[in-house]
């Protein structure tokens, strides 16, 4: 990891999709910190690149504790959301 590559966070409703926060920093672990506290049980949060959109984290929101994936490499927020990196770029 590059602690100088921009990543972004977004948090989202698990049943409607629908955005309600996103965050950006130089580097993901400030990130990983305010969504492991900020995830509630009905919502679900992902991390990723944002210059590559390559999902770093993805944190599910739980009554009994947030459940985090951290992902090697492969998967992209366009499979999440089509459209959210060309719109966080443009």
């Not at 305010?34 to 992902?46: D, F, G, L, N, V």
């Not at 590559?52 to 739980?62: A, N």
Request: hydrophobic share 35%.
């Amino acid at each position: 990891m590059n602690d100088y590559e921009e990543y972004c966070l977004v948090r989202f409703h698990k049943k409607t999709g629908k955005i309600d926060t996103s965050l950006e920093a130089m580097g993901y672990e400030q990130l990983k910190k305010w969504a492991m506290a900020a995830t509630t049980r009905t919502k679900e949060s992902i991390i990723f690149n944002k210059s590559t959109g390559e999902i770093k984290i993805h944190i599910l929101g739980s009554a009994t504790g947030n459940k985090l994936y951290e992902y090697e490499s492969g998967d992209n927020i366009e499979a999440f959301c089509p459209g959210l990196l060309a719109a966080l770029n443009s």
